[in-house]
């Protein structure tokens, strides 16, 4: 792996005007669960994959308190780990220029990146369903609303979840700001324009599957970058990269790092 490493950091090194594309993986190390990784969301729940939580809780209202249970302890206590800090450190120190995360659990924010297209949405955010308003939580607000959601559910149906959602100022129900399938992507052409002017493209942490976050890389190659992942397997990603560093974005992100200040000397 080293060699590997090595190689990568001397691209990033002499290069720099670099894009970091990062899906759940990168926070598996920060106790949030993956998707599709074995004891992932979607490998209990297999609609999922394609349909994404709200199908999963409409087909199993049963298991809802179990899951948003599961899902909001994870993402209030969910802090960065060195995956996620040494990207803001190579934003810091000129070598990449943005951030493009498929994850809604804010922890680029936590850990110091500062220019971050979240093309899935952010949990930590209320879109009001009727006037589109949007309004932040702190993490405590979210916990708070997450366990009061959770309590409702153990006693009465799903459908009457909006009854404890918030409410907007309009009076409409204010839903969680999480891209739903189907659902259109915000920042997707920005991101695509990142993705087509970088040199390198480090994608970081994802299967790869879903689109449209999966067409970034061939945005970047038909752009002239060099694409470097980092993954604990091999990804539907993998075939477009110039260096796959197989290992644990925690681990890997922190090597690299280290490798680009000693060829800064
Ligand atoms: N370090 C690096 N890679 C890891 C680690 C780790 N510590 N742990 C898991 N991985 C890799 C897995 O090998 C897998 O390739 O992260 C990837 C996780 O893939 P998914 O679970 O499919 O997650 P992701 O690619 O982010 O899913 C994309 O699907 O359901 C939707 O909206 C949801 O944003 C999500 C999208």
Known sequence: MDKLVNSAASFIKKMGNGVVLTGSGISSESGIATYRDKGGLWDKYKEGSTGGILTVLANYPDDAP????????????????????????????????????????????????????????????????????????????????????????????????????????????MRPDFVSFGEPVPDILEAVKEAKSCKFMMIVGTSGVVYPAASLPQHAKSGGAYIIEINMEESALTKQADIFIQGKAGEVIPKLIEKVREKSI
Not at 70 to 80: A, I, Q, R, T, V
Not at 82 to 88: K, S
């Open 66 to 173: 179990d899951i948003l249970s599961g899902f909001f302890e994870s993402l209030y206590h969910g802090k960065p780990n060195p995956g996620h800090v040494g990207i803001a450190e190579l934003e810091k120190e000129g070598f990449i220029n943005s951030v493009i995360t498929q994850n809604i659990d804010g922890l680029h924010y936590d850990a110091g990146s500062s220019n971050i297209y979240e093309l899935h949405g952010n949990i930590f955010r209320l879109k009001c369903m009727n006037c589109s308003k949007k309004t932040s939580l702190s993490k405590q607000q979210f916990y708070k609303m997450g366990n009061k959601i959770v309590d409702h559910l153990t006693k009465y149906s799903f459908e009457s979840i909006f009854d404890v959602l918030p409410k907007c100022s309009c009076k409409g129900v």
